[in-house]
Each structure stands twice: as structure tokens, then as C-alpha cells.
């Protein structure tokens, strides 16, 4: 699966961004997805997750109740919408195909990220 996100920019606190997630391949619905994100001088980190048929969502603790993932698999389009920006929401985000084979999870396939910044 090729993977290219978009929707990222500059917003000012308490703003609001959709990115989005488009793949390729015609596997999209096959996968559950992630999203990253990777702030200046840091690894990067899990975000969110949404499994394959998009009824099951989960959050790192930081977003919940100011994001949402979901996705649209007849159009192989991944989402995350974001409310209540704040400065510390700053990084590179990325998605990411997710699954577990024999145990062990594996992110395949990775977007080339998109930056949001928030200006506080």
C-alpha cells in the first residue's frame, strides 16, 4: 500500500484540521490503520488507532475527546480530525497500516507525514 497524507498547516490554538490518509492499493480495508506523530527533537508517537471496519477507535490519552479517526474504505481514505489544538499538538503526523503477525506488531507501510503546527 502506498500511503500520502494531507490536510496539515498552520493553525492558531483552539483551532481545527482534518488530515487525511489516502492509499493506493486496493488492500486499504484489509488493514487496520495508526496515526503517528513525531514533534520537533522526538520519536514518534502513537496517536491513534482504528481497526479495519472502523467501528473500534482508540486514543492516546492527550487527544481523546478532541480527535477522531475514522475511515472511508470505498475510498480508501483514512482520517483524523482534530479539535482544540494546542501548541503541544505540534509534529509531523503520520498514518500507518498496522497489524500482528505471530505476535508482533508490525507498521508496514507509512505515509510521508504532514506538519501541523500550532501557534499559540
Known amino acids: 500500500a502506498q500511503l500520502v497524507e494531507s490536510g496539515g498547516g498552520l493553525v492558531q490554538a483552539g483551532g481545527s484540521l482534518r488530515l487525511s490518509c489516502a492509499s493506493s492499493?486496493?488492500?486499504?480495508?484489509?488493514?487496520?490503520m495508526v496515526w503517528f506523530r513525531q514533534p520537533p527533537g522526538k520519536g514518534p508517537r502513537w496517536v491513534s488507532a482504528?481497526?479495519?471496519?472502523?467501528?473500534?477507535?482508540y486514543y492516546e490519552d492527550s487527544v481523546k475527546g478532541r480527535f477522531t479517526v475514522s475511515r472511508d474504505n470505498a475510498n480508501n481514505t483514512l482520517y483524523l480530525h482534530m479539535t482544540n489544538l494546542k501548541p503541544e499538538d505540534t509534529a509531523v503526523y503520520y498514518c500507518?497500516?498496522?497489524?500482528?503477525?505471530?505476535?508482533?506488531?508490525?507498521?508496514?507501510?507509512w505515509g510521508q507525514g504532514t506538519q501541523v503546527t500550532v501557534s499559540s
Open positions: 500507518a497500516t498496522y497489524t500482528v503477525v505471530s505476535g508482533t506488531v508490525e507498521y508496514d507501510y
Open positions: 482504528i481497526n479495519n471496519g472502523g467501528d473500534r477507535t
Open positions: 492499493g486496493r488492500e486499504f480495508s484489509d488493514y487496520a
